[in-house]
């Protein structure tokens, strides 16, 4: 998921990624944003491995005092970058589409920088609302990130964390 914008990094491992992804070392970082974003949190448990809820985009069920049940992807950059990397192309060779042109069935996702302690938590609907309407523009004005895997690329553009915060506010605005 890292990467310089404009630039290809060395070749991805999958399996390894997701590993990083999974580490257990990063829980109590999780449970201290989770228990500052819901202060009803009761508790959350992370789904890890090859499962339906990964293939829903679902690394995370967090339960509030009220009964109700939120589905959270976590998203983590191992440095600090300006920018949310949007994977729109998950597989350039089979044309997979990335993690935000998927219709995932969450409601949060967590966007962290792990060096510099900090997560944003975009309310799905509102981000997939976004991007629909700026993403072509993105894609036009702001760098790609290529990925090169063993036998693909995967393909994202940086945009600039002020932009997706702001296009995000202006989607919960409905004008009709």
Known sequence: ??????ATRAVHNFDEDLAFSEQASCEPFWDAIYRK???????????????????????RLILLSNGLTLKVEEKKRR???????????ANDRTKAPGWIEKDLAINYLAYAFLPIKTAYLFDWQMLKRAWREFGA????DYPEIIAQNPNYKTISVAVPISTVQSAVRNARIIKI
């Open 1 to 6: 998921m890292d990467g310089n914008p404009g």
């Open 37 to 59: 974003a819901f202060p009803d949190l009761l508790s959350h448990m992370l789904c890890s491995g090859k499962s339906k809820a990964q293939e829903l985009g679902i690394d």
């Open 79 to 89: 440095k600090a970058y300006p920018d949310i990397a949007f994977e729109h192309t």
């Open 137 to 140: 523009v993105w894609k036009r």
